[in-house]
Every structure is written in structure tokens, then in C-alpha cells.
């Protein structure tokens, strides 16, 4: 049983570039969802799909950030002109349909502003 | 709007001593309830989840916990720590009478046990 896979596992950028990371679910989990971690806090929710759709997306989640999961398998999350307040573990989770199901999580991307 | 307080930054215990990890949540109807672990540069590991029913779940590694909806707390417990149960503790919440509500977490409890 594979987990939820993340890559890359860190990413250091200058600011202002663009960077895409990936997420790989539980292949039977047709939720997955983006968080966003800083140090000394809980994840904060950024976006979530089920299948293909997007279904909700946080106010977090500004127009440079963007989403995709094109055929309801891996997901891609783009940041746009990084900025120094977006470096953060960005973490992928999975689930099964049900809001009684746990969510399963990757262990994450790192990424540094410099 | 839902929310999670774990009170406490940091937890220490000895190890062999009973252990308790507070969490208290604010929701507007019933409440699903999660606990989840984190390792340095790891993402979070389920533990266990309540639902519905017995007010005291069990979960994985021997942790347990209690809900209680006057308190509206669900504090986590195991009977004896592990050296190996240091880590970050977080709770979560999510009401799903409230529609595509996403899981909200609490800052998080640094558990560490002292051998």
C-alpha cells in the first residue's frame, strides 16, 4: 500500500520565480486536498478536489497560487511570483469520499524564499 | 466558524507515566474529531477519529480518546509513554453539517518523554 507521495521534497527559489510541486494520492482516494504549514502551527487548508473538480478553495489561497488535478489523480500546485511570505511545508493529503474519513498525508514540500 | 485550542505548547512526561495531550474545539452543530502525529520533516500520521457513539475511541500506538460534549474537549491519552512517542501533536476539526467544510487544526502540542 503506497502512501501519498510529494515531490520534490525541497525547494529553494529565488523570489519571484515560479515553482509547481506534485502530489501523488492513495490511488483509491478520490479527495485530495493542499495544506499549508508554517513553523509553530497546525496546517492551514488551501484547496480541496474531488476527482477532477475543485470544490472549495480558502481565501489563503491568492491568484498566483494555482491548483490543478486534471484527471482526478495527481494534483499540481503552482506559485507565481514567489514571495518571501510563501515559504512554508506545503502538504498533499488524500481521502476517501466521506467527511467521517481520515485524511492521509505526504510528507510534504519544504520550499525557501531566499 | 470552527475552531481548535490545544492549550498547552509543550508537553513532558517520564516515561512509563500516563500521558494527556488537551484539545478543546468550538463547531456549531456535531463534530467529527481527529488526532493526528507529526515527526520532524514528516507529514502527519492518523491516529484515531471520533464520530459518533462511544464517547472513548482507541487508536493506533495505544493512544485513546475522550470526547465529551459538555466540556467540548477531547483530550488525548495513553496509559504509558514511549520515548518514541515524542512528537508533535495536533487536533482537528470538521462539521459535516455545515457542507464542504475543510479540517481545521490546532497550533499543535510538542509532546516530549524523558527517559
Known amino acids: 500500500d503506497t502512501g501519498v507521495s510529494q515531490d520534490p521534497r525541497h525547494k529553494i527559489t529565488k523570489r519571484g520565480q515560479n515553482v509547481t510541486f506534485r502530489c501523488d494520492p492513495i490511488?483509491?482516494?478520490?479527495?485530495l486536498y493542499w495544506y499549508r504549514q508554517t513553523l509553530g502551527q497546525g496546517p492551514e487548508f488551501l484547496t480541496y478536489?474531488?476527482?477532477?473538480?475543485?470544490?472549495?478553495k480558502s481565501r489563503l489561497l491568492s491568484d498566483r497560487f494555482s491548483a490543478e488535478r486534471p484527471k482526478g489523480s495527481f494534483s499540481t500546485l503552482e506559485i507565481q511570483r514567489t514571495e518571501q511570505g510563501d515559504s512554508a511545508m506545503y502538504l498533499c493529503a488524500s481521502s476517501s469520499q466521506g467527511d467521517n474519513q481520515p485524511q492521509h498525508f505526504g510528507d510534504g514540500t519544504r520550499l525557501s524564499i531566499l | 466558524a470552527q475552531s481548535v485550542a490545544q492549550p498547552e505548547d509543550q508537553v513532558n512526561v517520564a516515561e512509563g507515566n500516563p500521558l494527556t495531550v488537551k484539545c478543546t474545539y468550538s463547531v456549531s452543530g456535531n463534530p467529527y474529531l481527529f488526532w493526528y502525529v507529526q515527526y520532524p520533516n514528516r507529514g502527519l500520521q492518523f491516529l484515531l477519529k471520533y464520530i459518533t457513539g462511544d464517547n472513548l475511541v482507541k487508536g493506533s500506538y495505544g493512544f485513546e480518546a475522550e470526547f465529551n460534549k459538555s466540556q467540548t474537549s477531547f483530550h488525548l491519552k495513553k496509559p504509558s509513554a514511549l520515548v518514541s512517542d515524542s512528537a508533535l501533536y495536533f487536533c482537528?476539526?470538521?462539521?459535516?453539517?455545515?457542507?464542504?467544510?475543510?479540517?481545521?487544526f490546532g497550533k499543535g502540542t510538542r509532546l516530549s518523554v524523558i527517559a
Open positions: 482537528a476539526v470538521r462539521t459535516p453539517d455545515s457542507g464542504n467544510t475543510p479540517l481545521v
Open positions: 478536489f474531488q476527482n477532477e473538480a475543485q470544490l472549495e
Open positions: 490511488s483509491e482516494h478520490n479527495r
